[in-house]
C-alpha cells in the first residue's frame, strides 16, 4: 500500500479547493476531501499552493480540514458487472447510491464500483506454464446474455503462469491464477483490473476502417455512413433531435456494446434510456437492449466537475471492451456540456480564457478525446473499435460557435440538425446539405461486395437530386413554382419523394424505426426507377400536371409504412406498378 | 456547533452586496451568517458565505450592505446553509423571497427544515412521466401537451400575455375528469412587477385555490441577491410537499430572467471571468439545478410540474437565457408578438414549440388514438403555410398556386379557431382533435403525408 499523507484545506470556492505550502500530492491523483471523504482530483501543484478539483457539492467544507491521498490517479475498476448497469460520472452505481441515500443523490457516499460480493460463472483459459503478455484473455464470464466478457491480464504485464484455479465460481477480487514476473515478483490475475481515466488504454496497431456501423437510420447509412471506429458530431440546436438521434443509433446500431454518456443533460432521459433500453429486444438476438448498454449518468444538476470526468470514464470503458475484440459505440450527449464544465472549472482557476470564455486547451482535449476512437489490433491479436457519436450543443444553435468548430476539426462524419426541418417536423433532422462523411470511400467496397454494386451510385444520384432541388427552391421562392419547366418540376417532385419517402424516418413505427441496408437498396431503386420513367414521359412532351394526376407518388412514398421488413419481394410489385403508371400516362394522353 | 454564538464585531471590506470578514475561525463554504448593525437602526440582514480562505470569509449579503459599516457590524456564523422550515401548513401562505413569511400569520411551526440548495435527483430513481396534465387550452393539449412532471417554460416577451396564460393554465389545469387527486400550486416571483404579483392572487383568489397556493414574493424593488434563493426555495417546498405529502404540485416561476440578471450582476461584482453576454460560465449548471427539480420518483404520488416563464430580451430566442433554458428544459411554448399584433389569445407560436414528454403521454391509452399523427400533421401543413406566405409576400397571393392559395387559407383558420380561443374557454382534448381534423379538411387528402391511412379513413 502507498504511504498517506494529508494537507490541510486553505481555501474553498465553489467546486474547487486549495491547500497552502510544498505538500506531497501527485498530479491527477485522486484525494478525499474532508470528513465527508469527498472525491477529488489534483490538478494544479506549486510550491505555495496545491489545487484540488471536487467531484461533489463542496458546502459545508472549512478551512483547516484534511484532504487525504488515495496514492493513485482518478481510475474506473474494470471488471463483470459493467454491462446492464448506471453509474455516475466517476463510476459509482447509482443503483447503490440510491440504496443509501434514497430519492436524492448525497455527499461523500463511499461505495464499491462493481459487486464485489457477487460471484460469477468463470471459465479459465489458462494453463500452469503457459507465458501470458499484456492483453491475454484469461478467464470468460458470461456477463449478460448478450455479452461474454473476457478478462485480460492488465497492460504492460507480463510473466508465466505458476498457479492456476479450476473453472468455478468466483467473484471479482479472487485470485484465479498467479504467474511470475520476470523480475522475479508474483502477480495475482483476478477478474478485475483498475486504469486511470485519463490514459488511454494500449493497442498494437490503429488502421483505417473500412466497415461502416450500421445504424438502421437511411440517412445515416446511405447519406452520410459512419465507419466503425470512427467519429462523428451531431450538432443542433434545442428541440432538433440530437437526443433522440442518439437513442436511435443506441437502439439500433449493429454495435457489440453501447456506452451511452449523459453528461450534464437531462435526468428524465437517464430514465427514459434505462426504462426503454430494458423492454426493448435487439432485432438480431432478442435480448433486452439493456444487455449490452452500460450508462453513465452524470444530469445537469449533478456536480460539475464530475462531468468534466464522465466522458473519460465513459471512453476507458469503452476501451475495454473493444480491448476484448468488441465493437463498440459511445454516445456522449453531450460533449458541449462537457466543453462548459472545462470553461467552469477554468474560470474558477482564473485561468486566461480564449474565445467566448472556453480556456484555451479545449481543442487539444477535445482532439485527445476523439483520438481515442479508432479500429484497431489489440494487443492479444483480436480486432476491436470504439466508435465516437458526439453531441453537440451550440448556443443559439449557431454552428460558428468554438466547441462546435474544433469538433469539427476532429470528427470526420458531422451530421448537422436544421432547425427549419425540426419546426416542420421532418425528422431525423439531419440535413443533407450541411452534412458530410469523410468514410464513404474508404467504405465503397465494403457496400459493392456486401449490398450491392448499385448502393453507392444510387446514392451519389439520391444526393444529387437534393442538390438540384435546394438551387431550385431559390427560384422557386422569387417566382413560384409554375413557370418551371417540367423537368424541373418532376425534379422537385421527385426530391419531395426522397426527403418525405426516404430520408424521414419515423422512430415510434415499429417497421420504419430500424431499416435494413437491404430495404434501403430497394427503396432507392424504386425512387430511381420513378424518376427515370417519369423523365422519359416529360421528354415525351407529357405535361407535370398529368403525371402528378396519378396516386404513384404518394404511393412510393408510404412504402416505408407499407412495405414491412421481413417483405422484401413486394418491391417487385412497386416496379410494375411504376411500369402500369408509365403505360397508363401514355395510352390516355399520348 | 463548536463557534454558535460567537460574534465577531467589524467587517474588513464592504463592495456592493459582498463583504469580507478576517479573523474567522471554524466558518464553512457555503454556510449562512446573521449580521447586525449596532447603531440605532439595529439593521438585521442575512448573508452566505461564498468563498473562503484560510480565517478570511466573502459574505454575500441578501438584502444587500446598506447600513453595514466596517466598525458597526455583528456577525455570527449559524452553521448550516440556508434552510427553511417545512410543514403542510404552509399550504395558503405567502413568503419573501428567502422563505420568511409576510402575510402577517407568523412563523411557521416546522415539522422539518431543509436545505435550499437541494440535492440531485438520483436517475435511477426518477420515474418517467407519462400522464398528462389538461389545461384547457388547444394549442397546449394538441401540440405540446404538459405532462405531469415536466418542465414546460414558457418564451415570451415583455407585453405579451404570458402571465394571463399562466394564470389560465393554474385555473384550468385538471389531472383528468375523474381524478381526485389535489393540485397544489406554488408561485414564486423573481424581480416581478408589483402588479404582476397582484394579479396572480387575484388569479388564486377569484378561482377559490388560494389555499392550496404557496407563494413566494421577491418583488423588482426587494434585493437582487434574494432573487438568486427564490426559486429554490420554491422548489424545496415544492419537493416535500410532492415527494413527501404525495401532492401534484405545479410550479410557477416568473421571470427567470431576471434571476439569471441578478446573477451575471453578483458575478461581475465577485470579478468573475464571463462568458457569453457577460453571463458567468456556470449559467447552464445553475439553471439545471433549478429546472432538474421536477419530475416524479419511484417512491411518491406526488409530482413537480413547473412552468418557468421568462421574457427573452429583444425577443431575442437565441439570447443565452431562453437558449440555455432551451437546452434544459423539456420543450418551451413560444409566444408571438406578430399573433398578439392580431388579437390572437394566447399568442403561441406552435413551430417554435414543443413538449419533448408529450409523446408517451399521449394517444389511444391516455388522449385518443389520432393525437400524435394529427398533432404532426398540424405543425408540417403550418410550416408550410409559412413557405406559402412567404411566397405570396414576393409575388402577391393572386399568383399562387391553388394548393398554396388553400394553405393560407388553412393557416388563417389554424390561427382563428386552433390557436385561439377566450381566456375562460376550456376545451378538452376531444374537442381540440376535432377542430384540428375539421381544419385538416380545408386541404386535399393527398396533403396529408404525416397521417396513417387507416387514421384518415377513420377521421378524415
Given amino acids: 500500500m502507498n504511504e498517506t499523507y494529508t494537507g490541510a484545506i486553505y481555501g474553498i470556492n465553489g467546486p474547487v479547493v486549495y491547500i497552502k505550502g510544498k505538500t506531497k500530492f501527485k498530479m491527477g491523483e485522486m484525494v478525499f476531501v474532508g470528513e465527508e471523504r469527498l472525491v477529488g482530483e489534483i490538478i494544479s501543484l506549486t510550491s505555495e499552493i496545491t489545487t484540488v478539483q471536487v467531484y461533489e457539492e463542496t458546502s459545508g467544507l472549512k478551512p483547516g480540514d484534511l484532504v487525504y491521498s488515495s496514492g493513485s490517479a482518478i481510475f474506473v475498476t474494470l471488471a463483470p458487472g459493467i454491462i446492464d ?16 441515500s434514497g430519492i436524492y443523490i448525497s455527499r461523500g457516499i463511499s461505495v464499491d464500483s462493481l459487486d464485489t460480493e457477487k460471484k460469477w460463472n468463470t471459465h479459465i483459459l489458462l494453463e500452469e506454464g503457459q507465458e501470458v503478455l499484456g492483453g491475454t484473455i484469461i478467464a470468460e ?4 446474455k448478450a455479452v461474454l466478457h473476457k478478462s485480460m491480464v492488465p497492460p504492460y504485464i507480463s510473466g508465466k503462469v505458476i498457479s492456476v484455479k479450476p473453472d468455478g465460481d468466483y467473484t471479482i477480487n479472487d485470485t484465479i491464477a498467479v504467474i511470475k514476473q520476470e523480475n522475479g515478483g508474483e502477480y495475482n490475475l483476478t477478474l478485475s483490473q483498475k486504469w486511470p481515466i485519463r490514459v488511454p488504454r494500449p493497442f498494437n496497431k490503429k488502421h483505417p476502417s473500412s466497415v461502416p456501423l450500421v445504424t438502421g437510420q437511411r440517412i445515416l447509412d446511405t447519406l452520410f455512413p459512419i465507419a466503425k471506429g470512427g467519429t462523428a458530431a451531431i450538432p443542433g440546436g434545442f428541440g432538433t433531435g440530437k437526443t433522440m438521434s442518439q437513442h436511435q443509433i443506441a437502439k439500433w446500431s449493429d454495435a457489440d456494446i453501447i456506452i451511452y454518456i449523459g453528461c450534464g443533460e437531462r435526468g428524465n432521459e437517464m430514465t427514459e434510456v434505462l426504462e426503454d433500453f430494458s423492454k426493448l429486444k435487439d432485432p438480431k438476438s432478442g435480448n433486452p437492449l439493456m444487455y449490452r448498454t452500460t ?25 475495454y471492451y473493444r480491448d476484448m475484440g468488441y465493437h463498440v459505440a459511445i454516445m456522449a450527449d453531450s460533449t458541449s456540456r462537457w466543453a462548459e464544465a472545462l470553461r467552469e472549472l477554468s474560470g474558477r482557476l482564473e485561468e486566461m480564457p480564449a474565445e467566448e470564455g472556453f480556456p484555451a486547451y479545449l481543442a487539444s482535449k ?46 470526420r462524419c458531422f451530421w448537422g440538425l436544421d432547425k427549419s426541418l425540426a419546426y416542420a417536423r421532418h425528422f431525423p433532422a439531419i440535413h443533407w446539405l450541411t452534412s458530410y462523411s469523410e468514410y464513404l470511400n474508404d467504405m465503397a467496397p465494403w457496400y459493392d461486395e456486401n449490398v450491392g454494386p448499385d448502393f453507392i451510385p ?18 422557386v421562392k422569387l417566382i413560384g413554382s409554375d413557370v418551371l419547366p417540367d423537368d424541373q418540376k418532376l425534379t422537385l417532385e421527385i426530391a419531395r419523394v426522397i426527403r418525405l419517402g426516404f430520408l424521414q424516418q419515423n422512430a415510434f413505427h415499429k417497421d420504419d424505426t430500424c431499416v435494413s441496408l437491404e430495404k434501403q437498396l430497394l427503396m432507392m431503386k424504386t425512387i430511381l426507377y420513378l424518376n427515370e420513367r417519369a423523365k422519359a414521359l416529360i421528354a415525351l412532351n407529357m405535361p407535370m400536371s398529368v403525371l402528378k394526376e396519378s396516386t404513384i407518388f404518394d404511393k412510393i412514398i408510404a412504402i416505408k409504412y407499407d412495405v414491412p421488413n421481413d417483405h422484401l419481394e413486394l418491391f417487385d410489385n412497386y416496379i410494375t406498378d411504376i411500369d402500369n403508371f408509365y403505360n397508363e400516362v401514355l395510352q390516355k394522353n399520348g | 456547533m463548536k463557534n454558535m454564538g460567537i460574534e465577531y464585531i467589524g467587517l474588513s471590506q464592504i463592495k456592493g452586496a459582498l463583504v469580507a470578514i478576517d479573523g474567522v475561525k471554524g466558518a464553512a463554504y457555503d454556510e449562512i451568517v446573521e449580521l447586525k448593525t449596532d447603531d440605532e437602526t439595529g439593521t438585521k440582514k442575512l448573508g452566505k458565505i461564498i468563498e473562503i480562505y484560510e480565517d478570511k470569509a466573502v459574505i454575500q449579503i441578501f438584502e444587500g450592505s446598506e447600513n453595514l459599516s466596517l466598525v458597526n457590524t455583528h456577525t455570527r456564523f449559524t452553521g448550516h446553509p440556508l434552510e427553511f422550515p417545512l410543514s403542510i401548513d404552509i399550504l395558503g401562505r405567502t413568503f419573501d423571497g428567502i422563505g420568511r413569511p409576510i402575510d402577517g400569520l407568523g412563523p411557521i411551526e416546522a415539522e422539518c427544515k431543509r436545505d435550499v440548495n437541494g440535492k440531485p435527483l438520483n436517475p435511477v430513481e426518477r420515474e418517467y412521466p407519462r400522464n398528462y396534465i389538461r389545461t384547457g387550452i388547444s394549442a397546449i393539449d394538441g401540440l405540446t401537451t404538459l405532462i405531469r412532471g415536466q418542465k414546460l417554460p414558457i418564451f415570451s416577451g415583455n407585453g405579451l400575455p404570458h402571465d394571463r396564460l399562466a394564470a389560465q393554465i393554474v385555473k384550468q389545469a385538471s389531472l383528468g375528469d375523474d381524478s381526485d387527486e389535489d393540485l397544489v400550486v406554488i408561485f414564486a416571483a423573481m424581480g416581478v412587477k408589483y402588479d404582476v404579483a397582484e394579479f396572480f392572487k387575484r388569479t388564486f383568489e377569484e378561482s377559490g385555490v388560494l389555499n392550496h397556493v404557496v407563494m413566494f414574493l421577491n418583488l423588482a424593488n426587494d434585493p437582487v441577491v434574494e432573487r438568486l434563493v427564490t426559486p429554490k426555495v420554491a422548489l424545496t417546498a415544492a419537493e416535500y410537499l410532492a415527494f413527501e405529502k404525495d401532492k401534484h404540485v405545479l410550479v410557477i416561476l416568473t421571470d427567470m430572467t431576471s434571476f439569471a440578471e441578478a446573477m451575471r450582476e453578483v458575478s461581475s461584482s465577485k470579478g468573475e471571468i464571463p462568458s457569453r453576454k457577460g453571463y458567468p460560465g456556470y449559467l447552464y449548471s445553475e439553471l439545471a439545478t433549478i429546472y432538474e427539480r421536477a419530475g416524479i420518483v ?122 385561439s380561443q377566450e381566456e375562460n374557454e376550456n376545451r378538452d382534448v376531444i374537442t381540440t382533435l376535432n377542430i384540428g381534423w375539421e381544419l385538416l379538411h380545408m386541404l386535399p387528402k393527398e396533403e396529408l403525408d404525416r397521417i396513417d391511412t387507416k387514421l384518415i379513413e377513420k377521421y378524415y
Fill in chain 2, 298 to 419: 419511484t417512491n411518491s404520488k406526488g409530482s413537480v410540474t413547473q412552468i418557468p416563464i421568462l421574457t427573452m430580451p429583444n425577443d431575442d430566442i437565441t439570447h443565452p437565457i431562453p437558449d440555455l433554458t432551451g437546452y434544459i428544459t423539456e420543450g418551451q411554448i413560444v409566444l408571438d408578438r406578430a399573433l398578439h399584433g392580431q388579437s390572437i389569445y394566447p399568442p403561441i407560436n406552435v413551430l417554435p414549440s414543443l413538449s419533448r414528454l408529450m409523446k408517451d403521454g399521449i394517444g389511444e391509452d391516455y388522449t385518443r388514438d389520432d393525437h400524435q399523427a394529427v398533432a404532426n400533421q398540424l405543425f408540417s401543413s403550418y410550416a408550410k403555410v409559412g413557405e406559402a406566405r412567404a411566397l405570396a409576400s414576393v409575388i402577391g397571393e393572386d399568383e399562387l398556386s391553388p394548393s398554396d392559395k388553400k394553405y393560407l387559407e388553412f393557416g388563417k383558420a389554424f390561427e382563428n379557431r386552433f390557436v
Fill in chain 1, 366 to 411: 477535445l482532439s485527445a478525446f476523439y483520438e481515442r476512437a479508432g479500429y484497431v489490433d489489440n494487443l492479444n491479436n483480436t480486432e476491436g473499435s470504439v466508435s465516437i457519436i458526439g453531441a453537440v450543443s451550440p448556443q443559439g444553435g449557431d454552428f460558428s460557435e468554438p466547441v462546435t468548430q474544433n469538433t469539427k476539426r476532429f470528427v
Fill in chain 1, 458 to 475: 444510387y446514392r451519389n444520384q439520391i444526393l444529387a437530386i437534393l442538390n438540384q432541388e435546394s438551387s431550385l427552391i431559390e427560384i
Fill in chain 1, 85 to 100: 448497469n448506471i453509474f455516475d460520472g466517476i463510476e459509482r452505481p447509482l443503483k447503490s447510491i440510491a440504496e443509501q
Fill in chain 1, 141 to 144: 464470464v458470461q456477463e449478460t
Fill in chain 1, 295 to 319: 450508462l453513465i449518468a452524470n444530469t445537469s444538476n449533478m456536480p460539475v466537475a464530475a462531468r468534466e470526468a464522465s466522458i473519460y470514464t465513459g471512453i476507458t470503458l469503452a476501451e
